[in-house]
Nanobody
């Protein structure tokens, strides 16, 4: 079993920055692509960014492109969030999926999930 724990959420003013971390334990993440999702109560979960096993392939949703940056270092995947907007307020989750192509990441069929961390953007 792979356990994922998100951290770094909190309250930030519009225009501010936060860095989320997704720390994995239980299994090596050498074969797992990792994806960040977010969800606002009453709305569908949105996949916002993913990163391949080696970290050399990333993908971003249009809603966060050019503001958020995903990266990974050993067993932790980070999401640097800049220029935050009120509409970024949500619970942020990381998820992982075993992949056989090192340059691949996806928003589908995730196997392991964290419990989420709340990000609130408000003045």
């Amino acid at each position: 079993q792979l356990q994922l724990v998100e951290s770094g959420g909190g309250l930030v003013q519009p225009g501010g920055s936060l860095r989320l971390a997704c720390t994995a334990s239980g299994l090596t993440t050498d074969y797992y692509a990792v994806t960040w999702f977010r969800q606002v109560p009453g709305k569908e979960r949105e996949g916002i960014s993913c990163i391949s096993v080696g970290g050399d392939h990333t993908n971003y949703a249009d809603s966060v492109k050019d503001r958020f940056t995903i990266s990974r270092d050993k067993n932790t995947v980070y999401l640097q969030m800049n220029s935050l907007k009120r509409e970024d307020t949500a619970v942020y989750y990381c998820a992982a999926r075993r992949v056989w192509t090192p340059t691949y990441c996806t928003y589908k069929d995730m196997t392991y999930w964290g419990k989420g961390t709340l990000v609130t953007v408000s003045s």
